[in-house]
């Protein structure tokens, strides 16, 4: 299954981006699909996880700022990234989940997209 994150890009902080992950498999069946995100030496985290019925939840530092969304038809993720901080900045990618309460990713890591947030 290849997995390929896109909508990256240099943004001030407070500006907006959209990321989208197409996912070369149907989705509709996957229970829980994740955004995750690794900065700069740091440890790869889970930002958001959203539902196959569009159920989502977040990761404290971007609750109230970021929205995930999937649209099965199209297999594929959004992620809508609004208020960004500098510490936002790291590389993000979509990843199928084990599930909704076990959110270790299930594939292996695909193409991710690069996120700046100058300050």
């Known amino acids: 299954v290849q997995l390929q994150a896109s909508g990256g890009g240099l943004v001030q902080a407070g500006g907006s981006l959209r990321l989208s992950c197409v996912v070369s498999r149907s989705i509709s069946n996957i229970g829980a699909m994740g955004w995750f995100r690794q900065a700069p030496g740091k440890q790869r985290e889970l930002v958001a996880r959203?539902?196959?019925?569009?159920?989502?939840n977040y990761a404290d530092s971007v609750k109230g700022r970021f929205t995930a969304s999937r649209d099965n038809a199209k297999n594929t993720v959004y992620l809508q990234m609004n208020s960004l901080k500098p510490e936002d900045t790291a590389v993000y990618h979509c990843?199928?989940?084990?599930?909704?309460?076990?959110?270790?990713?299930?594939?292996?890591w695909g193409q991710g997209t690069l996120v700046t947030v100058s300050s």
């Open positions: 990843n199928a989940l084990n599930s909704y309460y076990d959110p270790k990713p299930y594939y292996g």
């Open positions: 959203v539902t196959s019925s569009g159920n989502a």
